[in-house]
């Protein structure tokens, strides 16, 4: 069959990498892809939201499947705008509809769901700016560190940490009343601070069955030692070594059996991947948000460790036969280690020749943030995190070892990577 993925970055290349390797893969193509992707099929100049522009694209090339990489397609509805096209309503999405997106596209829709559900969460209460008065009572009656959420999707900005509460109000203040994220902070949630070690768990769905997939810890910040900005993501390490059976079984039974379950009781009819954000509080998980697609760079990682064809799990998820299939995972350490901009997460320029791709050995390269040159015939840098270094090894030592020989290898102007990926896990 001929099979679309929608998206640019690393977890993008990750799927077109793995899903090439197919048999039932006749035709790949990716939009709008990058350099990686090129490397597995055919990158299209669509975006990502341009549904008009994807439908005409699907039914030119008989496209038998689409895979959704990014939330933004999701939130927007492009399930449901294949659902409701008589042409297209026959293809299978991966992907949730604008329903079960919410989750993800609403961190007050997430936190009811949660309620509702019994599923364990920081306790929360949500203020718009006709509520901005309670809402800054209510933070006078709070512990530090307090947490506030701009309710829709802020690109991974919209999440603050406040030490102090005049701190926190000023910041209600400007998300209700400035429009600090725009329209995503017109309603804000305010939670508690949970003190913790977070690590992702990944559900894939057909909305009956479900299957668990590798978890994974993703490194945030920009400074090693877990310092300074957050960004999209610097690194990945699966397994996560404190995530034992007795945790996961916790894990399976608090939180992943009763969000499949509220889906279902809600009438949502969700088929895709679940990213579920944990913290682990002494051994007890609680959920710090769900993400209804898979994660970059966590990607980058949980996908290379699973045997199974990819293609035929999402066959299976559009089947509603999930059931009838084995996961089969490698039992290694997979690790990846990301090269970004310099500059990144604030500014950085674009274009910088990328030199050493073809020297490096025995890790999986995916690239995130880069574009081939027609005329030049080079691969530049075309974003903040630009190549994913995904190795493998016994043990989290030997998958660093190897991703850190290959970064040194690949170079260009501005080249910066945490040199601590998978240390605290030692
Ligand atoms: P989110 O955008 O929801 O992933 O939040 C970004 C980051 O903020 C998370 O990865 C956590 O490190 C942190 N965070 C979010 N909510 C909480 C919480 N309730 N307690 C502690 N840290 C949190
Ligand atoms: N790495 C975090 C995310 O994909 O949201």
């Known amino acids: 069959m001929n099979i679309l993925i929608l998206g640019s970055g690393g977890r993008e290349h990750t799927f077109a990498w793995k899903i090439a390797q197919s048999p039932l893969c006749e035709k790949l193509f990716i939009a709008p892809g990058n350099a990686g992707t090129a490397l597995c099929g055919m990158n299209v100049p669509i975006g990502v939201n341009d549904f008009k522009g994807i439908k005409q694209f699907v039914i030119e090339n008989e496209i038998e499947m689409v895979v959704v990489g990014p939330e933004d397609p999701l939130v927007m509805g492009i399930h449901d705008f294949f659902l409701n096209d008589n042409y297209l309503k026959a293809i299978p999405v991966i992907g949730p509809k604008k329903d079960g997106a919410e989750l993800e596209g609403s961190k007050e829709f997430a936190k009811r769901f949660m309620q509702k559900n019994n599923i364990p969460t920081a306790a929360y209460e949500s203020f718009t700016i006709e509520t901005l008065k309670e809402g800054l009572a209510y933070l006078d009656k709070q512990k530090t560190p307090i947490v506030l959420k701009a309710d829709g999707l802020a690109a991974g900005k919209g999440v603050l940490i406040c030490n102090e509460i005049n701190e926190a109000k000023k910041e209600l203040a400007e998300m209700l009343a400035g429009a600090k994220f725009g329209k995503a902070s017109t309603k804000v949630v305010i939670e508690e601070f949970l003190e913790g070690i977070e690590l992702s768990t990944f559900v894939l769905t057909d909305g009956i069955n479900y299957k668990i997939l590798p978890e994974a810890k993703d490194y945030k910040r920009i400074g090693d030692g877990d310092t300074g900005l957050n960004t999209g993501g610097m690194g990945a390490v699966s397994p996560v070594p404190f995530a034992n059976e007795t945790f996961k079984k916790k894990v399976e039974e608090r939180i992943i059996i009763p969000t499949i379950n509220g889906l279902k009781n809600e009438g949502i009819d969700y088929k895709g991947f679940i990213f579920i954000g944990l913290m682990n509080v002494n ?29 035929e799990l999402f066959q299976a998820v559009g089947n509603e036969t999930l059931k009838d299939i084995t996961i089969e995972i490698d039992p290694r350490t997979a690790l990846t280690i990301m090269l970004v901009s310099g500059g990144y997460p604030g500014e950085y320029s674009k274009g910088k020749v990328i030199t050493g791709l073809d020297k490096t050995e025995d890790s999986l390269i995916f690239h995130a943030g880069t574009s081939h040159s027609k005329e030049t015939d080079e691969i530049n840098t075309s974003g903040g995190r630009v190549i994913a270094i995904t190795s493998f090894g016994n043990n989290i030592s030997e998958a660093a070892n190897q991703s850190y020989k290959n970064a040194d290898l690949i170079d260009y102007k501005g080249k910066y990577y945490r040199k601590d990926i998978g240390k605290d896990l030692l």
């Open 283 to 311: 051994g007890d998980p609680f959920v710090i948000e769900y993400n209804v697609r898979m994660g970059d760079p966590e990607t980058e990682v949980v996908i290379p460790k699973i045997k199974n064809d990819l293609v």
